[in-house]
């Protein structure tokens, strides 16, 4: 049994210093030379904990943290997109994670991006406020505490950055997170802490550190503990051509050892592979490439956790966020059929009619259809990774028959090969196309709500609407053929060709045209006194003055209003509506029976 390093992944927007948070580590690292300097991983640099002791310069001692794990493995790729391509099945490789946010920009689309790709891998993070350096009148302390730094400043600065943690605060409040300045956090575990830091000047990165080393042994202690000589467990962060090597697997293991010759299973977009490993490599120190000219040099094994580059045959089609497993002899078919189940779970090809999602790579595929699911149950016909193809366009079509919202394309981070464009706009299938997860589900289910809207629009025109006249008494001025008088709406919008009943439910014509102050208008609303003429009435045998006429709603209609459309009616349509049903039931006792407007 070994603890194994936590793996770390920085998040956050565009421009808001993710680059420069790694940059500044790595360096700092590099400066403590004496305690080990940083170990290069592929794709990822280990930070030693005694490298991390001298950057935090007493604040383990300070909040009474152990040192029990080996240091931390930061992800040289920041982004969200490598934090999802670092899948393993029900979660991520990340085991922490920090969210950087520009302090004074706060929140921007990829900040709640990360958050949401966080929140659904229930990763555990830190937010780093960044650049407190450019809050108006800061004296920097290079490399110092934040706490050291802040009670250096004059009141008004520090009154300033303490307004703008307060609205990452509440940012965070917004998203279901309760968050904190981490020195006011009371419960790790329940609280999100937020420290302040400048990724060029280094304040605050002892703290962001040391709060690292804190969570990951607090809280992950059996996540971190491995067998370091059982077999390995990893993810695919990259497929790489690698001159004089061919196709090369840059993997991050997180469990057991990875061995050269060892046999490994592997995903291809189509399948499993098994192949054998030829060479691991590891980056060499910067002097001895200079010397060799090659990047690389050999080892025998690597523990987790750790960044190594495989060398194997046949690895070509392999998926960036595939998983990696050693198998031996003996259980190769198992591993094999987990392995492809995986697969299989993620690209779902079940619903006949439903939208086509395509993605970038195994993680992003899942996270895209994750977060769909929250957002909607629109059922989903493909789910695949790779870019948009014309078979893509074909499939949306059919679905696109079924009905129209389904006939879709949600593209995350891909293209739309030639081959499919030219296809499209006949097929009338609609791609949707983003680099934000939650954008691309936005626009779509916008979109969507906007045809339903018109879909329901159109149905309300055509259906029966409950409506109430009263026939105003002095205001008849034909008796029939057709009759025509004066009348006032108490409820609901009169139109042509609405048939009208009485209150005992007999059928006195249907109302033909609409006319106030002498010219034809197309409806009249609740409380419009106007002339109408109804075709089939006859004043003083089937209609007399004063009497109370309501639309004649078929049973179909009423169907109709009372499932789809029971909140398009206003209160007093609602009200007309259970009044024509009482008097419809005088006549049919079963009309509209199993349909409810409550
Ligand atoms: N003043 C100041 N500038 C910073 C700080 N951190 C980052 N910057 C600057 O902000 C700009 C963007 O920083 P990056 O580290 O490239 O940001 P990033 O998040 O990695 O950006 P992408 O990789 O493009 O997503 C650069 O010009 C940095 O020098 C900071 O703490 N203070």
Not at 171 to 193: I, P
Not at 209 to 237: C, N, R, V
Not at 334 to 343: G, H, P, T, V
Not at 432 to 460: A, G, H, P, Q
């Amino acid at each position: 049994m070994k603890i194994r390093s936590p793996i770390v992944s920085v998040l956050g927007h565009v421009d808001h210093g993710k680059t420069t948070l790694l940059d500044n580590i790595r360096g700092t690292a590099i400066a403590h030379k004496e305690a080990g300097g940083i170990t290069q991983h592929i794709g990822a640099t280990e930070i030693p904990i005694k490298v991390i002791e001298e950057i935090c310069k007493g604040l383990l001692e300070k909040y009474s943290i152990q040192r029990i794990i080996p240091g931390l493995l930061f992800i040289d790729t920041p982004g969200h997109e490598a934090f999802t391509t670092l899948r393993k099945r029900g979660g991520s490789l990340a085991d922490l994670a920090i969210l950087i946010v520009d302090i004074n920009e706060g929140f921007k689309p990829q900040t709640y991006e990360a958050l949401n790709i966080l929140k659904m891998y229930k990763t555990p993070f830190v937010v780093a406020a960044n650049k407190i350096d450019k809050i108006r009148g800061w004296k920097a302390h290079k490399n110092s505490s934040f706490l050291e730094t802040f009670e250096k400043q004059v009141p008004k600065v520090q009154q300033s950055l303490e307004t703008k943690i307060y609205e990452l605060v509440g940012s965070l409040h917004e998203e279901g997170f309760n968050a904190e300045r981490f020195d006011r956090v009371t419960d790790f575990t329940s609280q999100v802490s937020i420290v302040p830091i400048s990724a060029l000047t280094g304040e605050g990165i002892p703290e962001l550190l040391t709060l690292l080393i804190g969570l990951a042994q607090q809280y992950l202690k059996d996540q971190l503990t491995i067998e370091s000589d059982s077999p390995a467990k990893g993810t695919i962060l990259e497929v790489k051509e690698e001159k004089g090597l061919g196709t090369t697997l840059d993997a991050i293991i997180y469990d057991g050892v990875l061995k050269q010759n060892d046999k490994i299973v592997l995903l291809t977009l189509e399948d499993v592979v098994v192949t054998r490993i030829r060479s691991l490599l590891k980056p060499k120190p910067l002097e001895e490439i200079r010397e060799s000219k090659t990047e690389f040099k050999r080892v025998k094994e690597v523990v987790a956790a750790s960044g190594v580059k495989i060398v194997a045959p046949g690895v070509k089609d392999v998926i960036p966020g595939s998983p990696l497993r050693v198998a031996k002899d003996e259980n190769l078919e198992d591993i094999r059929n987990e392995i492809r189940k995986e697969l299989e779970e993620v690209k779902i090809e079940t619903d006949k009619a439903g939208i086509v999602i395509k993605a970038d790579t195994l993680g992003s595929l899942e996270a895209v259809i994750k977060l769909l699911k929250e957002e909607t149950d629109v059922p989903i016909r493909v789910a695949d990774i790779g870019d948009v193809s014309q078979r893509d366009v074909i499939e949306a079509e059919v679905s696109k028959n079924t009905d129209e919202i389904y006939g879709v394309i949600l593209a995350f981070n891909v293209k739309i090969l030639p081959s499919a464009k030219t296809i499209l706009e006949e097929s009338g299938v609609k791609v949707f196309s983003n680099n934000v997860i939650y954008k691309l589900i936005e626009d779509y289910v916008d979109w969507m709500k906007e045809i339903k809207e018109r879909r329901k629009k159109s149905l309300m025109e055509s259906i029966i609407r409950p409506v109430k006249i009263r026939i105003l008494p002095g205001f008849v001025f034909r008796s029939s053929k057709p009759a025509i008088t004066g009348i006032e709406v108490l409820a609901g919008k009169l139109k042509p060709g609405y048939n009208l009943i009485r209150e005992d439910g007999n059928v006195v014509g249907t109302v033909g045209s609409i006319q106030d102050k002498g010219k034809n208008i197309k409806s009249a609303k609740k409380g419009q006194k106007v002339a109408i003429s109804i075709k089939g009435g006859i004043i003083g045998r089937n209609i007399e003055e004063g009497d109370i006429l309501y639309s004649d709603i078929p049973e179909k209609d009423y169907k109709i209003l009372s499932k789809q459309l029971k909140n398009e009616l206003t209160a007093d349509e609602q009200e007309t509506l259970e009044e024509i049903v009482k008097i419809k039931r005088k006549v049919d006792p079963t009309y509209g029976t199993g349909y409810s407007l409550s």
